[in-house]
């Protein structure tokens, strides 16, 4: 049997034979030779795009931990390329399990509910996986609980200015507006919701999806004419994950969550609008929000005795709320500006506007992405906001990825 050794920063590991080949990557079955453990070893291919896809990977994977998604164990240089290793994934990938057979529907519903908590994760990171797939899905038959998402090669932290890269895979899995690179959380929905279709189908959604990418197509694919045990409210929740606007789908994998637990969609009347942010949902219970980084200074003065106090995941959101809602983001890399933008309420309506940002703001509330900033130091106008509205916070311009999308829902 063909092996070498490698080593990594935490110990030494044997490849045992390649198990798959790609355009950036050659993966390896591997063994921990201080565990005897399987291991996946990732190496990169000798060309600049493909060193820097897999270091970024490394960085990714390092700072997760979900039981769905797949583990990070280690990393080196092999020669002078990098290599990512992570625990070995048991079972097969849904493509090859599932291609022309039918998931039972309950173990359709197990199983993308186990999806879409890891989505709801990496989404809390303020990443965006965009290559969600049945072949990057994991399962094993002999475990029901057992599911993980692979592949993070083309995963990208919101805030990657410049990526003219459309990352297509083949099938009806990418959203439209990936096509013209763009991406957001509401990407990872859609094929969230491709991958269901394929669950309850054993097919590929393209084949209900006429003229798809290049026509809007007037119906999302629905996966009851070809399962006739799938009910409507099950086609309902797969339509509203792929609707064709952004704007239409669930506004987040939680919200997609809720409707499959109870199995019909339910948009329910709120006491006051809600923002949704980085997996934090605000309610927005005074006239006026004011959106923008935490600085240090402001951080030292926040105050539980006189101010209601709100930390998100792993608090890098911080939510004041006094006369004013003032809604503060641990940013690191200064993306956001210290006053970004601001919601309002004025006369029974509700509008937005940029307070004159650094790196732009625009939104989407249903007629497409618009830019509502003018200037650096230039508060911008006024947009009504309709009953729901996505927010797309510092980026590059109108086609590269927003480095926080925040969702304004008010259903009353």
């Given amino acids: 049997m063909f092996e070498r050794f490698i080593y990594g920063s935490k110990g030494t590991y044997s490849l045992i034979k390649v198990i798959g080949e790609g355009g950036m990557s050659t993966v390896w079955l591997g063994r921990d030779n201080s565990s005897g453990k399987n291991v996946a070893v990732k190496i990169a291919k000798r060309e600049p795009t493909a ?7 490394k960085n990714i994977l390092k700072n997760m931990y979900h039981e769905h998604i797949i583990h990070y ?18 079972g097969e990938c849904l493509d090859r399990i599932y291609s022309g057979n039918i998931m039972d529907i309950n173990f359709s519903l197990v199983n993308i509910e186990k999806l879409l908590l890891a989505i709801d994760y990496i989404h809390s990171l303020n ?3 965009r290559d969600i797939k049945p ?6 038959l002999n475990d029901r609980d057992y599911l993980k998402l692979i592949d993070f090669g083309t995963a990208i932290y919101y805030n990657r200015a410049g990526i003219r890269e459309a990352v297509i895979s083949p099938g009806g899995y990418t959203p439209p ?5 763009t991406c957001s959380p509401q990407g990872d929905i859609w094929s969230a919701g491709a991958v269901l279709f394929f669950m309850l189908t054993g097919q590929h959604p393209i084949i209900d999806m006429p003229g798809y990418p290049n026509i809007k197509f007037p119906h999302p694919p629905d996966p009851s004419k070809f399962n006739r045990d799938v009910d409507e409210e099950i086609s309902k929740i797969v ?3 792929m609707a064709w606007e952004p704007i239409n789908r669930f506004s987040t994998a939680r919200e997609m969550i809720e409707a499959l637990e109870r199995k019909r969609i339910v948009e329910e009347i709120q006491e006051c609008p809600i923002l949704e942010v980085m997996g934090l949902k605000i309610k927005i219970d005074r006239p006026i929000v004011r ?11 926040i105050s539980t005795k006189s101010n209601e106090v709100i930390f998100g995941p792993r608090k890098n959101i911080i939510v004041l709320k006094n006369d004013i809602i003032y809604v503060y983001l641990r940013d690191p890399y200064n993306w956001v500006s210290r006053k970004h933008f601001e919601i309002y309420e004025r006369s029974g309506e509700w509008y937005i506007r940029d307070l004159g940002s650094l790196n732009r703001t625009a939104v989407d509330v249903g007629t497409g992405l618009k830019e509502i900033w003018v200037g650096h130091m230039r508060p911008g106008p006024s947009i009504k906001l309709r009953r729901k509205a996505i927010i797309h916070i510092a980026y590059e311009n109108l086609s590269s990825p927003p480095y926080i999308v925040a969702t304004f829902k008010n259903y009353q």
Avoid: W
């Fill in 51 to 57: 060193i820097n896809k897999l270091s970024f990977e």
């Fill in 73 to 90: 164990v280690d990393e080196g240089f092999y020669g002078n390329v990098p290599f990512l290793i992570t625990e070995f994934a048991m």
């Fill in 127 to 129: 990443i965006v996986h």
């Fill in 135 to 140: 072949k990057n899905i994991m399962i094993y």
């Fill in 177 to 181: 507006e990936q096509y013209k690179f």
């Fill in 239 to 241: 339509a509203k994950a």
């Fill in 291 to 301: 959106f923008g980084r935490l600085e240090r200074a402001v951080a030292s003065t």
